[in-house]
T-cell receptor
Framework: GENVEQHPSTLSVQEGDSAVIKCTYS??????FPWYKQELGKGPQLIID?????GEKKDQRIAVTLNKTAKHFSLHITETQPEDSAVYFCAARARIHQKVTFGIGTKLQVIP | DSGVTQTPKHLITATGQRVTLRCSPR?????VYWYQQSLDQGLQFLIQ???????AKGNILERFSAQQFPDLHSELNLSSLELGDSALYFC????????????FGPGTRLLVL
């Protein structure tokens, strides 16, 4: 089955700096890659997703890049703000059985 | 607010007991997913139902079962509970069956003593 590795597990940045979270996946047939943000005491919330026919997608301060050859994808947050502090999960969906597998999560702390 | 509701918010029970967690999907969503989140295992996919039928199965134990009713709400039944079953249980829903764009509920925190 699919295996998704995510790093770093924790990340501290100064407010206004950029944050990058990286994930690798094992199944080359995976074709959908969502990113979720989980704030304390809440359920995960989809913040951006990308499909395998696209190399990059942007939404305001958030961008995701996908490298199918290397089987890795990354989340980029620019001009970080304290409200960006949360746990971020990457995930990958394999095309054949269409199950989403999540990474272990990255705890992002934005220091004011 | 995602539109997905889960009850109860918290549940404390003893080993060997059985509990039922309930989920109501967003209006119009046909798929319901159940996930278990623990500190050391992250988010683990348990099972998916689509329009009343089991669609996909993940790492769900035989002691656990789920169903989706005609009104599309779902229940997750956990039996013969063990200490290790203590975790957050999330329900998510989506419009289609392909596991894209899932909306998560607030979760049920289960503590087994």
């Amino acid at each position: 089955g699919e295996n998704v590795e995510q790093h770093p597990s924790t990340l501290s940045v100064q407010e206004g700096d950029s944050a990058v979270i990286k994930c690798t996946y094992s199944d080359s047939a995976s074709n959908y890659f969502p990113w979720y943000k989980q704030e304390l005491g809440k359920g995960p919330q989809l913040i951006i997703d990308i499909r395998s026919n696209v190399g990059e997608k942007k939404d305001q301060r958030i961008a995701v890049t996908l490298n199918k050859t290397a089987k890795h994808f990354s989340l980029h947050i620019t001009e970080t703000q304290p409200e960006d502090s949360a746990v971020y999960f990457c995930a990958a969906r394999a095309r054949i059985h269409q199950k989403v597998t999540f990474g272990i999560g990255t705890k992002l702390q934005v220091i004011p | 607010d995602s539109g997905v509701t889960q009850t109860p918010k918290h549940l404390i029970t003893a080993t060997g007991q059985r509990v039922t967690l309930r989920c109501s999907p967003r209006s119009g969503d046909l798929s319901v997913y159940w996930y278990q989140q623990s500190l050391d295992q992250g988010l683990q996919f348990l099972i998916q139902y689509y329009n009343g039928e089991e669609r996909a199965k993940g790492n769900i134990l035989e002691r656990f079962s789920a169903q989706q009713f005609p009104d599309l709400h779902s229940e997750l039944n956990l039996s013969s509970l063990e200490l290790g079953d203590s975790a957050l249980y999330f329900c998510a829903s989506s419009v289609g069956a392909d596991q894209e764009t899932q909306y998560f509920g607030p979760g049920t925190r289960l503590l087994v003593l």
